[in-house]
């Protein structure tokens, strides 16, 4: 359902932005286009499947590469600056070493919350949670916090970097005992203790990511289709405004109707 819905909204919206275009800035007469249709041959499987290999190994070359080089750039941006241990931590270690010798596993429960708290401290003050801090009162109407802040502007290169992204902030910053990279992700935490992803921050997130443009590549051709970059800058602004103010519109409404 969510998937068809992802569909529906990207075409109710690219034709509704065609018809506004179309009667605003792009007024008069049609040029005509003659569209020569191939023969219809039955499909081969064969050929379908060696198709479907080649355009994956040239998206893996293309979109892996920049994937890979987002990821590393923004593991370095969320390992430095290096902190010490937070104030939080050292007092859970004196109280840790108090109790050792009477009470051993409560001693290393604490040592396990000190570690914790120094992950959290250390990931508070890098380049990668100041960039997140100070962008983060712009996208808070979608309900992101620093993570989820950081995350949106790292997939304007590609949407794809999104996911990696959260997970060397998640999966990365924390110890995920065990646990897969979607798992880690979809229980994430923020700074208060309060879950990220939410009914509301899902669904807002989800209605974004459709509508917003968020492909480098995809604006180069643009410009280069269009003739120069004034178009491409057209498209870039109108897709952002339309999925901002559309994701914020769907969290308020399900926090209005209690489904937060």
Do not use: H
Request: contains cysteine; hydrophobic residues 50%; proline residues 4%.
């Amino acid at each position: 359902m969510a998937l068809t819905g992802c569909y529906v909204l990207g075409i109710v919206a690219g034709l509704g932005s065609a018809v506004l275009i179309r009667g605003t800035i792009l007024r008069g007469k049609s040029r005509p286009m003659a569209l020569e249709l191939p023969r219809y041959r039955f499909p081969s499987v064969v050929v379908a499947g060696r198709q479907s290999f080649r355009r994956g190994m040239v998206f893996v070359r293309k979109a892996g590469t920049v994937i890979l080089a987002i990821s590393v750039l923004l593991w370095w941006l969320g390992a430095y600056p290096t902190s010490g241990a937070s104030p939080a931590g050292e007092q859970l270690r004196a109280q840790a070493a108090r109790v050792a010798q009477a009470e051993p596993a409560s001693s290393g429960q604490l040592l396990e919350q000190a570690a914790a708290a120094d992950a959290r401290y250390a990931a508070g003050r890098t380049f990668l949670a100041r960039i997140g801090s100070a962008a983060n009162p712009v996208f808070a109407p979608l309900g992101a916090d620093r993570q989820l802040t950081v995350g949106i502007l790292a997939s304007f290169a590609a949407r794809e970097v999104f996911v990696s992204t959260l997970a060397v902030q998640v999966a990365g910053a924390e110890d995920p005992a065990g646990k897969g990279v979607f798992e880690a992700i979809s229980g994430a935490k923020r700074s208060d203790g309060s879950p990220l992803f939410t009914r509301a921050t899902s669904w807002a997130m989800l209605v974004y990511f459709v509508l917003a443009m968020q492909c480098l590549p995809t604006l180069v051709v643009t410009a280069r289709e269009a003739g120069g970059w004034r178009w491409a800058a057209v498209q870039f602004g109108w897709m952002s405004a339309i999925a901002y103010g559309a994701a914020a519109g769907t969290r308020a409404v399900l926090l209005m109707v209690g489904a937060g």
